[in-house]
């Protein structure tokens, strides 16, 4: 249940906060439109990055909320890292200020990627914290949900 209710609400926090105005003259419809179109995003990176990462530390991590936001974080910004880093335009700039120069960021275009990789990496921390909450409700504490039995031996009777 965590990997559908925390992106879409990851979705919904950054379409809160940024929508895209396509137009719509009522907020709510630009958030409701933005949400949808920002979750194309979220549920594929979730589903890339999460799943894996999740399946990875399962057994290895205690699970609480701290662990559970930054992986959070981790899941979110990861992917926009990577971008970044690796594509990079010939030219770019943010008002009068060149960010990029000749395939180089700047100090400023550093300073820009690093702004949106960090709000991104916020919004993951967010949706971790959700993830975690998810996976608590119900009637087993979170950490005899993700525990690994060794072969052979069954879990005990609640």
């Given at each position: 249940?965590?990997?559908?209710?925390?992106?879409?609400?990851?979705?919904?926090?950054?379409?809160?906060?940024?929508?895209?105005?396509?137009?719509?003259?009522?907020?709510?419809?630009?958030?409701?439109?933005?949400?949808?179109?920002?979750?194309?995003?979220?549920?594929?990176?979730?589903?890339?990055?999460?799943?894996?990462?999740?399946?990875?530390?399962?057994?290895?991590?205690?699970?609480?909320?701290?662990?559970?936001?930054?992986?959070?974080?981790?899941?979110?910004?990861?992917?926009?890292?990577?971008?970044?880093?690796?594509?990079?335009?010939?030219?770019?700039?943010?008002?009068?200020?060149v960010t990029i120069h000749n395939h180089l960021r700047t100090f400023a275009g550093w300073l820009e990627f690093l702004q949106f990789v960090g709000g991104?990496?916020?919004?993951?921390?967010?949706?971790?914290?959700?993830?975690?909450?998810?996976?608590?409700?119900?009637?087993?504490?979170?950490?005899?949900?993700?525990?690994?039995?060794?072969?052979?031996?069954?879990?005990?009777?609640?």
């Amino acid at each position: 249940m965590g990997f559908v209710i925390a992106p879409g609400t990851a979705a919904f926090l950054f379409s809160s906060i940024s929508p895209f105005y396509a137009g719509l003259p009522n907020i709510g419809d630009r958030i409701a439109r933005t949400t949808v179109a920002v979750s194309w995003v979220v549920y594929p990176i979730a589903v890339i990055v999460g799943i894996p990462l999740y399946q990875f530390l399962k057994g290895r991590v205690r699970p609480s909320a701290l662990n559970f936001a930054v992986a959070g974080a981790a899941v979110a910004a990861l992917p926009w890292l990577v971008l970044g880093l690796i594509a990079t335009p010939d030219e770019a700039s943010t008002g009068d200020v060149v960010t990029i120069h000749n395939h180089l960021r700047t100090f400023a275009g550093w300073l820009e990627f690093l702004q949106f990789v960090g709000g991104i990496a916020i919004l993951g921390v967010f949706a971790g914290i959700i993830f975690w909450a998810c996976i608590s409700v119900g009637g087993k504490a979170p950490r005899d949900q993700l525990r690994v039995d060794p072969p052979g031996r069954s879990p005990p009777a609640s």
